[in-house]
């Protein structure tokens, strides 16, 4: 081989023996083509602060801002004279609630509730409700009620009126009774029955005594206690004994047309003036007697219904007679008294089973026993027992009457002072339960 030869194969030769490497060390990386540059967009522009390093510094003054624009003039709109860089921004959009609080926003908690109470559904308060703030009841409420018996009212005397305990549990109970009494009643004459089972038992004491309260504390309404009783009635020795006009006297008026207004009316009518009741007296004359009969009683009765508020009827103790049958379909309420004596009792019994049977299950809802005990003979497990029994089988309330000496003594009643403190009280509480029935009347087309 020529020398050119050798030398290109020793070049060849070292080219692709190389060194030795090492046993630690890592592999010489191949050998790898050079990185070619991204396509990454446009350069950067330089920074102006790193331009402006390197330029010198400017010496000049600059120039002053510019004057601020003059107001429009008066009268003028502003808003369309205002240049549009110089107008408000406008405000930023209201955050958004949180999940529980979607619903109106609530006014804060120190406004008063009844205020926020007064709010309607726009927000706005109700003027109507000044109305009520305005009222005299608001402005100037009534007094406290005063106390008419027992420590009370002396602690109110003793101070001059500056202390007022109230009223007692009594007192309050009264009161409440006594407004039911005078609790509105609309429609016709409203008539109560007054039942008997057996004779004796004080009917027409009871009957009186109810009117009598009816008269006192309804003083506006007009108030007439009938005899419907077709035997010898009792009713007008308790009320007005002197009274001579009757059924007939009133019916023959009627029929020749001399009864115009009330005047006439009552002309015909008997009175007891410390209570204000009204009395129609049945027949009273021993020699040439008249009976009532049912047309007698319902054309009388078609005359009170014109002029009277309120008929409590003393009906007779056979209720198949034709006139308690001409009576029972009128009532609006009843009574049913039975003294506390052998048998008395049980013919109270009697009579709500009569009424049951008969078909008459309103009134008897609406009736009111009354245990009387006229002599004051009955014990106090007569008394007890028979209240025992009344309740638990009867519709109506039960009340006992305590014996009373005014009204044994058989004489004109006057409730008012004559009675016992127990036995007006339990006479007004009588009146009351019938007054409930108030609440149910109705002022229909054609009546008062």
């Known amino acids: 081989m020529s020398d050119y030869d050798w030398r290109h194969f020793d070049e060849h030769f070292t080219r692709q023996s190389g060194p030795a490497t090492q046993p630690d060390e890592q592999p010489a990386p191949a050998h790898r083509a050079p990185p070619q540059e991204a396509d990454t967009g446009p350069l950067p522009v330089p920074r102006a602060d790193i331009a402006a390093a390197d330029q010198p510094p400017d010496t000049t003054t600059p120039p002053p801002p510019p004057a601020p624009p003059a107001p429009p003039p008066r009268g003028s709109d502003s808003w369309r004279s ?16 949180h999940r529980h609080t979607t619903g109106p926003a ?12 007064e709010q309607n559904g726009s927000g706005d308060k109700d003027p109507a409700k000044l109305l009520d703030r305005l009222s005299p009841q608001t402005l100037a409420p009534p007094p406290k009620p005063q106390p008419s018996r027992g420590w009370r009212q002396v602690l109110l005397k003793s101070t001059g009126g500056l202390l007022n305990p109230g009223l007692s549990t009594y007192e309050e109970e009264l009161r409440k009774d006594v407004q039911t ?9 409203y008539k109560i029955g007054v039942f ?3 004779g004796g038992t004080g009917k027409s004491t ?21 005899d419907a009783d077709p035997s010898f009635g009792k009713l007008a020795n308790r009320i007005a004994p002197e009274t001579s006009q009757t059924y007939w006297d009133l019916l023959g008026d009627e029929a020749a047309g001399r009864l115009k207004r009330w005047t006439d009316v009552k002309a015909h009518l008997g009175s007891n003036s410390d209570t204000g009741l009204w009395l129609l007296r049945g027949e009273h004359r021993t020699q040439r007697r008249r009976l009532i009969d049912a047309a ?3 054309s009388a009765m078609q005359i009170l219904d014109r002029y009277m508020n309120i008929a409590v009827i003393d ?9 308690m049958q001409e009576v029972l379909p009128t009532l609006n309420a009843a009574i049913v008294v039975g003294a506390m004596e052998p048998g008395a009792g049980q013919a109270a019994g009697e009579t709500l089973a009569w009424l049951g049977g008969a078909g008459y299950h309103t009134l008897m809802r609406n009736a009111v026993i009354v245990l009387n005990d006229p002599r004051g003979r009955a014990s106090k497990h007569t008394r007890a027992s028979l209240e025992r029994d009344f309740t638990a089988h009867a519709d109506g309330p039960t009340v006992v009457m305590p014996f009373d000496g005014h009204l044994s003594a058989g004489g004109v009643i006057d409730t008012k002072t004559g009675l016992s403190a127990r036995a007006r009280r339990v006479s007004i509480e009588i009146a009351a339960h019938v007054a409930r029935g108030f609440a149910n009347t109705t002022l229909e087309p054609g009546q008062r």
């Open 82 to 97: 205002t240049p549009a860089d110089l107008q408000q921004p406008p405000a930023p959009p209201e955050p958004a609630r």
């Open 106 to 117: 609530s006014p804060p908690y120190w406004e008063p509730a009844s205020a926020r109470a």
């Open 296 to 298: 007698v009683y319902s």
């Open 181 to 189: 009494i005078r609790s509105l009643l609309r429609g016709d004459c």
């Open 196 to 198: 008997v089972g057996k």
């Open 206 to 226: 009871i009957a009186t005594c109810i009117g009598s309260i009816f008269a006192e504390f309804r003083s506006d309404d007009r108030v007439v206690a009938v």
């Open 315 to 323: 009906c007779g103790q056979v209720l198949e007679h034709a006139v």
